[in-house]
């Protein structure tokens, strides 16, 4: 069973930084898929960015210029750097990894860490 573990989630006041940082127990290179998605309450969970196919980033509108995905595979970890948040970011952070299987994807998570933005 793949675990993924997160770590990094702080309170911290808009315009500051935080990383948080994700280690999986198996290689990245046996993912096809590795990201963040966040939830806030009440909301759905959303994408916030991820890396395709070892190289390819995507990131949400929302985050584009502030958000930064990165990976590094020889400590399987795929880190988000947030810089300038916004209460706006304040959930519950999420990483998650898809391995493609047949015509499926199989999505694991992690548990979630807490990031929380102050005005």
């Known amino acids: 069973q793949v675990q993924l573990v997160e770590s990094g989630g702080d309170s911290v006041q808009a315009g500051g930084s935080l990383r948080l940082s994700c280690v999986a127990s198996?290689?990245?290179?046996?993912?096809?898929?590795i990201g963040w998605y966040r939830q806030a309450p009440g909301n759905d969970r959303e994408l916030v960015a991820n890396i395709v196919s070892g190289s390819k980033t995507n990131y949400a509108d929302s985050v584009k210029g502030r958000f930064t995905i990165t990976r590094d595979t020889s400590k399987n970890t795929v880190y988000l750097q947030i810089s300038s948040p916004k209460p706006y970011d304040t959930a519950v952070y999420y990483c998650?990894?898809?391995?493609?299987?047949?015509?499926?994807?199989?999505?694991?998570w992690g548990q979630g860490t807490q990031v929380t933005v102050s005005s």
């Open positions: 198996e290689s990245f290179f046996s993912f096809n898929v």
């Open positions: 998650t990894a898809g391995r493609q299987r047949g015509y499926s994807l199989d999505t694991y």
